[in-house]
């Protein structure tokens, strides 16, 4: 027996007294569909479905949460699924739309709007987090990743089977290496290597249908789409075939702090000119910071990862940005997975084995935004960004992350992130706060609201751009059901430019009833609703 989208709907619309028992007629239902769908093979069903009803729904809910922000809400999943093999994702794909719920994929929880973890309609959600094996080939130098790993996994197995090799992706070890990909995945190696997602080879992908596909039966443009281009918009990533880079055996890492009265203004300036342009070996980003608190103090830091030895950095730094003053002292020589380590926030000496450790440190309510620099800001400009993060009474930041090097050379189009040559740096805004609070949340993203307001002559026009894995919902959302293409490009095309009409016919093509869809999914080329 099949229920309708609306009788779902209908049943989670019922009265207080009523709500109980239709939770338990939702939850049957579901787990009927499911041991249906696998013909009674699958695990304890106890240790895959996890109903709100569960004592164990809220601990898995929260176990790889990055932002309270998203917890505590009725938009919360009806239920989690924790799948252990590809066929349990399949089941739940035919059954969520057997019964007319979306499905959403968490593969490492850091979506910065939360998108797996909330929705306005009925939704289950599939965690990946049993799915994240990881076999490294040093023959051909490849890897294949399955979609719940992270990254702090991946590089930890990867120096465990090479002291030569890595993997150009992000600094937080805690991130999924499904949901990164699929964004992109930028990090300190890039300006040498180009993203994660140019390095991908071949995947795995559940269609709507449950069928399974690699890269040729999906076919070359939806392998193309789903590097970079929302691949959850798309189908589930079971897992990703990843191509090894080399490294360096010895590498070299500074923290070089500066503020205001230091001259950090008219260096950042300067950085801003030199940092794009250096050898791609090296890497200086600057994370422009406040205090965290009312004392209205600013910083900043010059970070950096060099693929190399102090002996060549040193003098490549007096002749390249000799105003930054760096002094062998100021570095620190290490392997490449240490460095790792270091932009991480561990220490050179600190165990490997942190670099497993799925639960961020530091939780607190953030929001995020980003932008595209094609031309140095003045410094008058730069100075009213400082005084902005000065005067937020809570920690807030601005991180510069310089291109050029590879990224130039690569053609927007390649893959479908399109932020290429032109791009001097990134910027991610960030506030995060302690009290999690209406008021506070708020208060604190008014504020992120204001300084990417008061940016707007100095960044990237016509679109102005973002970068996707720092999902921003203030750019624009889709609506419940089908949004149009003319209204989801109001956001689509400042993560995708002129790559987006192109995923907007592949999707169409591939997932014509828009199955997988969220508030920033690829939308239908031919949908004509609001």
């Known amino acids: 027996m099949q229920m309708s989208y609306l009788a779902v709907f209908l049943i989670l619309l019922l009265p207080i007294s009523s709500s109980s028992s ?29 109903t709100t009803s569960s004592s164990l729904y ?7 949460e990055q932002n309270p922000r998203w917890l505590n809400s009725s938009r919360n999943p009806l239920l989690i699924l924790t799948p252990f093999h590809e066929s349990e994702i399949q089941a739940g794909i035919r059954c969520s739309k057997e019964l007319g719920l979306q499905l959403k994929v968490r593969s490492g929880g850091h979506d910065y709007e939360g998108l797996s973890y909330l929705s306005k309609t009925p939704f289950v959600m599939v965690d990946l987090i ?53 964004g992109g995945g930028q990090g300190t190696i890039m300006r040498k290597h180009g993203l994660a997602a140019d390095h991908v080879v071949d995947a795995y992908l559940i269609d709507a249908n449950g069928k399974i596909h690699d890269k040729k039966s999906m076919g070359e443009d939806v392998f193309w789409a789903i590097r970079g281009g929302s691949a959850t918009s798309y189908g589930v990533i079971l897992a990703w075939k990843i191509r090894l880079v080399r490294v360096p055996a010895l590498v070299t890492v500074f923290n070089v702090e500066k503020t205001l ?18 050898h791609e070996d090296l890497f200086i980003r600057v ?20 693929l190399g030895g102090i002996d060549r950095l040193v003098p490549l730094m007096n002749e390249s940005f000799s105003e930054l003053g760096l002094q062998a002292k100021d570095c620190i020589e290490m392997n490449w997975i240490q460095s790792v380590m270091f932009i ?38 730069l100075e009213g960004a400082w005084k902005m993060v000065a005067e937020e009474d809570t920690l807030a930041m601005l991180i510069l992350e310089p291109y050029g090097g590879r990224m130039s050379e690569i053609s927007e189009s390649e893959i479908p992130f399109p932020h290429r040559k032109g791009n001097l740096y990134n910027i991610q805004y960030l506030v995060k706060w302690e009290v999690n609070s209406k008021e506070a949340s708020k208060r604190h993203e008014l504020w992120a609201k204001m300084i990417y307001k008061y940016m707007t002559p100095y960044v990237s026009k016509s679109p102005r751009a973002s970068y996707f894995n720092y ?27 002129g790559n987006f009409r192109r995923l907007a016919q592949i999707k169409t093509k591939f997932d014509p009833q828009n199955f997988f869809r969220n508030e920033q999914s690829i939308p239908l080329l031919n949908s004509f609703h609001s």
């Open 261 to 278: 009265k230091e001259g950090a203004n008219s260096l950042i300036h300067r950085w801003q000119h030199i940092a794009p342009e250096l």
């Open 344 to 381: 991480a926030g561990y220490n050179k000496d600190d165990p490997l084995e942190l670099l497993l450790d799925r639960t961020t440190t530091f939780k607190s309510p953030f929001k995020a935004k980003s932008d595209y620099v094609k031309e140095p800001i003045p410094e008058s400009g």
């Open 471 to 497: 999902k921003d919902l203030d750019l624009g959302q889709n609506k419940l059901h089908n949004t149009s293409y003319s209204k989801a490009s109001v956001w689509g095309k400042k993560y995708f430019k």
């Open 287 to 306: 994370v422009a910071q406040n205090s965290g608190d009312k004392s209205k103090k600013f910083k900043a830091v010059f970070n950096s990862v060099f």
């Open 58 to 64: 809220t601990p898995v809910l929260e176990s790889l």
């Open 130 to 182: 049993n799915l994240r094996s990881i076999q490294v080939n040093l023959a051909d130098e490849t890897a294949w990743v399955q979609a719940g790993a992270s990254l702090g996994e991946l590089y930890y197995k990867i120096s465990k089977e090479s002291k030569v090799h890595g993997f150009p992706a992000g600094t937080c070890p805690s991130i999924g290496i499904g949901g990164h990909i699929s």
């Open 22 to 50: 239709a939770s338990t007629l939702f939850e049957k239902k579901f787990k009927e569909c499911f041991i249906n769908k696998l013909h009674g093979n699958s695990e304890s069903i106890e240790k895959i479905i996890f």
